[in-house]
């Protein structure tokens, strides 16, 4: 089996664009959470999260992503979300984080809005 690569970043005028495909779960998470963690700190703060290839999250990883999103938010930046499927949707949701995010229907959306 290969090794897939889960996370990749794309520089979009002001905004970095993330895609993340497969699962997050506790074990997948730590490379998304270092990948933000180093945008952030290198005052890269306004980031779009494209969630169509993602598959499933648990609650830790949307934890993370919103610990990221406090750290983006104190730097005059913000993580926003686009390309929810369902049933990512419907985690958020059930959670709440879906009232902490700006989430859009695509990307065009969502740098529109920075």
């Known amino acids: 089996?290969?090794?897939?690569?889960?996370?990749?970043?794309?520089?979009?005028?002001?905004?970095?664009?993330v895609?993340?495909?497969?699962?997050?779960?506790?074990?997948?998470?730590?490379?998304?959470?270092?990948?933000?963690?180093?945008?952030?700190?290198?005052?890269?703060?306004?980031?779009?999260?494209?969630?169509?290839?993602?598959?499933?999250?648990?609650?830790?990883s949307i934890g993370v992503l919103v610990g990221r999103l406090k750290e983006a938010r104190a730097m005059a930046g913000d993580i926003r979300l686009f390309n929810l499927t369902p049933h990512i949707q419907k985690i958020f949701d059930m959670i709440g984080a879906s009232k902490i995010f700006n989430m859009y229907l695509n990307e065009e959306e969502a740098l529109a809005d920075f």
Do not use: P, Y
């Open 19 to 60: 895609r993340i495909v497969g699962e997050l779960d506790s074990f997948t998470i730590s490379e998304v959470k270092d990948v933000l963690s180093n945008l952030i700190d290198s005052h890269k703060a306004k980031i779009a999260i494209d969630c169509e290839k993602i598959e499933h999250m648990n609650s830790t």
């Open 1 to 17: 089996m290969q090794d897939k690569k889960i996370i990749t970043t794309e520089e979009k005028g002001r905004v970095i664009v």
